[in-house]
């Protein structure tokens, strides 16, 4: 069994971009909206897996707080 996390970041292009040349993780799985923006995408590295996205406006996550995550899914 594989745990596979799920990362949001504000600049998804360029955490990509640093992921790839700071770790070596290949870039697979794309997904963009209709005006351009990168929206999800999937990095992997031998077995490793790592997905990413974009939060968006709305997200609610731990944007701004002091005080950590407010919800955690699993």
């Keep these: 069994m594989a745990i596979t996390p799920y ?3 504000e ?3 360029g955490a990509l971009k640093w992921l790839e040349k700071a770790f070596g993780f290949k870039t697979f799985g794309p997904t963009m909206r209709r005006d351009g ?3 999800h995408a999937a ?3 031998g077995d490793a897996v790592v997905m ?4 968006g406006p709305k997200y609610t996550g731990t ?5 950590g ?3 955690a899914c699993t």
């Excluded at 990413?52 to 939060?55: H, K, R, V, W």
């Design 7 to 9: 990362l949001y970041y």
């Design 11 to 13: 600049d998804l292009p």
């Design 37 to 39: 923006k990168l929206t």
């Design 43 to 45: 990095m992997k590295r």
């Design 52 to 55: 990413m996205g974009y939060p």
């Design 63 to 67: 944007r701004g707080t002091s005080n």
């Design 69 to 71: 995550p407010r919800r």
